[in-house]
Antibody, heavy 114, light 116 residues
Framework: EVQLVESGGGLVKPGGSLRLSCAASGFTFRTYTMNWVRQVPGKGLEWVSSITSGSGYIYYADSVKGRFTISRDNANNSLYLQMTGLRGEDSALYYC????????WGPGTLVTVS | QAVLTQPSSLSASPGASASLTCTLRSDISVDSYRIYWYQQKPGSPPQYLLRYKSDSDKQQGSGVPSRFSGSKDASANAGILVISGLQSEDEADYYCMIWHDSATMVFGGGTKVTVL
């Protein structure tokens, strides 16, 4: 069974930093593109960043470019999102998802910037 | 103008068919894109339903009932999610998505489906 579990969210002050993690299991992690998507509670989905299987291609939304860094550790089946220069508008539930289809999602981890 | 536009809400009766539209900005052609669809129920993450580009390029999500299907209306420059035989459990938010320029992902604003 595919499982994705995010962690690392919390309360941080504006300008602060946070590192999110996503632990993957139940599939061959190293062969999949992985993504971060965020959602302000009660609002729509916003794509944040994607990374290909071997980290050869990395993409960011304009809203986070230069502040967030996506990375992965294929040996440990983990995906990361390093967030710096956090702003109030970054407050959201952050999901990791698998593949360009985004066919599996974790339950999310909540980031509050205040 | 948003890249993808979805109506904010839709209501239909149990057993009816519901067609959810995802209209692409006029400068990009629906013919060029796979349209992805997701269902999200309150308190849960989104779930992948299907993707549709053409009848020869489509994929149903694992375990997704066949009463969920995709299509396109080229004249409206829109992707369409059809839910046949609407059930109360289909009440949810539905989002469309495309990979724009192959490098960035864009979501529509979502449609809230109510089963009356």
């Amino acid at each position: 069974e595919v499982q994705l579990v995010e962690s690392g969210g919390g309360l941080v002050k504006p300008g602060g930093s946070l590192r999110l993690s996503c632990a993957a299991s139940g599939f061959t992690f190293r062969t999949y593109t992985m993504n971060w998507v965020r959602q302000v509670p009660g609002k729509g989905l916003e794509w944040v960043s994607s990374i290909t299987s071997g980290s050869g291609y990395i993409y960011y939304a304009d809203s986070v470019k230069g502040r967030f860094t996506i990375s992965r550790d294929n040996a440990n089946n983990s995906l990361y999102l390093q967030m710096t220069g956090l702003r109030g508008e970054d407050s959201a539930l952050y999901y990791c998802s698998r593949d360009r289809n985004m066919d599996s999602w974790g339950p999310g981890t909540l980031v509050t910037v205040s | 103008q948003a890249v993808l536009t979805q109506p904010s809400s839709l209501s239909a009766s149990p057993g009816a068919s519901a067609s959810l539209t995802c209209t692409l900005r006029s400068d990009i052609s629906v013919d060029s894109y796979r349209i992805y669809w997701y269902q999200q129920k309150p308190g849960s993450p989104p779930q992948y339903l299907l993707r549709y580009k053409s009848d020869s390029d489509k994929q149903q999500g694992s375990g997704v009932p066949s009463r969920f299907s995709g299509s396109k209306d080229a004249s409206a420059n829109a992707g369409i999610l059809v839910i046949s035989g609407l059930q109360s459990e289909d009440e949810a938010d539905y989002y469309c998505m495309i990979w724009h320029d192959s490098a960035t992902m864009v979501f529509g604003g979502g449609t809230k489906v109510t089963v009356l």
